[in-house]
């Protein structure tokens, strides 16, 4: 069966739905309401799904399949406890499906027929708001659409609907879909009649009505959260985008109230404004996920420079990192911010041990607008908001205008704080309905109440040595259960001496128990005073609740502040624990002095620093063995680079380096199997797209363009990209090869400089330095690589052997020709004056004739 059959109302049940009991009638309305979703249907302490949905669930959670009987069949049947839901759920949503959750909302004893039910909530991969399935990173749902026109121009929202965060833009196509590689959402919704393959495998795309992408309903939708959409939004398509988005998560909210509060600002943003790095920028220089099997787990940019103390300063510099500034003084504020941390030791420290206590207030608050927290969370809130006063003391000092911004923008919120405070006791349970939630002295009436309550459970406390006395039975009991209430017991020797006010309860085996008229009334006291107590206090936190939600802007504007001040903290600490320097901006090209690579540096204590010395719009040919160092070295000058731009000093004894708008890179060999793309293809792909897309301000990382295919046809494509880069893009590349022929075309144009990482080679062995030198490399070494990686010893003689006869026949820097009356030079010379691009297919016949011709004399 197709797993996607599970989704929808089973066709079995359809097609008896008149015969159907009212449960299973109530099932299959509630499957065609919610047709994309695998409904979890309570009955009782389980969640049951039935017939096609049942089969796939049994085997996807690896539970029992049983059988439901009645008089229109036998249904398949598999249930999950509803007290351990969560990680069943979570197993569903792994293996790409959304879960309608069916709760009971009608109590048993409150009806004679079916109880009522009603999906309370939908859990999609893309909008997720639990904790059991949230980390510290954001969680994105998107939504894609195109303009009134339906030509090129698309518009992009993103939101987590955890934290509230909103972001949208739009533009070409091409650029849109680099925005959603930048933020890789778990899920998206997109208009109808545009393709889904701008987003990758990672990404479920979720079937969605078609009207709420309607141009004015949507506008409408933005209107109600933010106003005039023209005024907060780019274009139709991101209009309808937005909307749409909107809709989407107030669906999958359900039994929830429509509207979702919490969402106070809308971002928008050009992408222009930030330093671009596409999916293939992303996945080889690692920022996020490692690409390489083996080494430490942690190995990427991000955890090497993640030293925050928060999940809200996790999420901040993980946005840092991906979208890194163009603006030269949004970035050197900062660099300023980062360097007075660096340098003021105690108040770094402070500001990381005091974060250490701060929660995740974006989530917190999120709950709270949705009327989903509990009293922890309102504690744990509190416990954040009382870090404030001594973050602010910390930065009273404070020099930079960003860390003084940040201070005036920490708001200590006192009357919340103290409105928390005075209402919640210090440890509140987790259940809202079971009590002990208030403290005392914050209502009269509760504490009245309670007062009743605690008298009333004395004076039962005193009856059982009372009647002991009254009765002279020793063995009495007083006692309580869930069925009875309170009760007298005495064992069957005793009846005899049991008073006359004696009313008989129930009977036991070998007891009797009894109630007296007076433990009546308490009783009946005690339990109204508790049941008016619990339901006094949970409308006393309703409503702190809901106040606390009144402010929610204030706080999310807190926690805003906490999460910039947290990520620059982790910036001044790796800076002053790894001894990264502040670089210098506006450089017209890219001059670092002992540069080191982030990542490789912590994983290899004997790495090498290298320098960069590159005028902007330098061609960089570096030529050097495998396993010299050379795809290292043009990472680390990328990482450098993005490391400057989100704000970080890096490592380097010293660096004076430009802006630029894009870091794009074509490095290492990758396969697209599943997509038919060889790993040439691939090469051949995002090659073209640096060429058409690099400007004169990007950096550029070519890594053995043309291994994929022929020498002759790989030298060819690396010759003619590194001229048209030099020619036409005009960007700063850095560009390794195996070519050694390139370092000839490297010495003939203007911007371009050989560069090699030396080794020194004695005998059968290689040492390589990894130190990066002026001009083109001597040998490649490759036979010795392959001797040090165990390659058996015929093989590397026999390759030696080669090596010897072609070096005979030419030497390094020009190729073996016959020697044949001068005719070789003629030739070359011929060709050399030929244009190729405009030459027909006839005069290439011609002229091949002529060659041939010329070698046959």
Known sequence: MDDADALGPPAKMRERRGELTPMLSQYLDLCERYPDSLVLFQVGDFYETFCEAAEVTARLLEITLTKREDSTGRYPMAGIPVDSAESYIETLLDAGYRVAVADQVQEPSETTGVVDRAVTRIVTPGTLTEDAFLDDDNVFVAALADGDDHGAERGLAVLDVSTGDFYATGGEAGAVADEIQRFAPAEAVIAPGLSADAFDGGTMVTPFRPDAFDPERAGGKVADYFGDPDTVLGSTAEVRACGALLAYAEYTRAGEADRLDYLNHLTRYDPREYLLLDATALRSLELFERRALGGEASATLFDTVNETASALGARRLTDWLRRPLLDEGEIAARHDAVGELVSDVVTRESLHDDLRDVYDVERLVSRVSRGRANARDLRSLKSTLDVVPRLREALSDADSDRLRDLRERLDPCEDVRARIGSALVAEPPIELTEGGLIDEGYDADLDD?????????????????????????????????????????????????????????????????????????????????????????????????????????????????????????????????????????????????????????????????????????????????????????????????????????????????????????????????????????????????????????????????????????????????????????????????????????????????????????????????????????????????????????????????????????????????????????????????????????????????????????
């Open 449 to 857: 109440l309670r007062a009743t309550e605690r008298e009333g459970k004395a004076w039962i406390d005193d009856l059982e040595a009372d009647e002991r006395e009254r009765t002279g039975i020793d063995s009495l009991k007083v006692g309580v259960n869930q069925v009875h209430g309170y009760y007298i017991e005495v064992t069957n020797p005793n009846l005899d001496a049991v008073p006359d006010d004696y009313q008989r309860r129930q009977t036991l085996k070998n007891s009797e128990r009894f109630v007296t008229p007076e433990l009546k009334e308490r009783e009946e006291e005690i339990v109204t005073a508790e049941e008016r107590a619990d339901d006094l206090e949970y409308a006393l936190f309703t409503d702190l609740r809901d106040e606390v939600a009144a402010e929610t802007e204030r706080i999310q504007a807190v926690a805003d502040a906490l999460a910039a001040l947290d990520a620059l903290q982790s910036l001044a600490t790796v800076a002053a624990e790894r001894d990264y320097t502040r670089p210098e901006l506006g450089a017209d090209g890219f001059h670092i002095e002992g540069g080191r690579h982030p990542v490789v540096e912590r994983t290899q204590p004997n790495f090498v620093p290298n320098p960069t010395d590159l005028d902007r719009g330098t061609v960089a040919v570096i030529t050097g063995p495998n396993m010299a160092g050379k795809s290292t070295y043009m990472r680390q000058v990328a990482l450098i680079q993005v490391l400057v731009q989100a704000g970080s000093f890096v490592p380097a004894e010293a660096a004076s380096l430009p802006v630029v708008d894009r870091v794009f890179t074509r490095v290492g060999a990758s396969d697209d199997i599943a997509g038919g793309r060889s790993t040439f293809m691939v090469e051949m792909t995002e090659l073209a797209t640096i060429l058409r897309a690099a400007s004169e301000e990007s950096l550029v990382l070519l890594d053995e363009v043309g291994r994929g295919t022929s020498t002759t046809d790989g030298l060819a494509l690396a010759r003619a990209t590194v001229e048209h880069v030099h020619d036409v893009v005009g960007a700063t590349t850095l560009f390794a090869t195996h070519h050694h022929e390139l370092t000839a075309t490297a010495d003939r144009l203007d911007r371009a400089r050989n560069l090699h990482f030396a080794a020194d080679g004695t005998g059968e062995a290689v040492d390589f330095t990894h130190r990066l030198r002026e001009g083109p490399a001597g040998a490649s070494y490759g036979v010795e690589v392959a001797r040090s990686a165990g390659v058996p010893d015929p093989v590397v003689s026999r390759a030696h052997e080669l090596l010897d006869r072609e070096g005979a026949a030419a030497t390094p820097d020009e190729p073996a020709v016959a020697a044949n009356g001068g005719v070789d030079e003629a030739v070359f010379d011929r060709l050399r004056r030929t244009d190729i691009a405009n030459t027909t297919p006839l005069e290439a016949l011609d002229l091949l004739a002529e060659l041939k011709a010329a070698t046959d004399e």
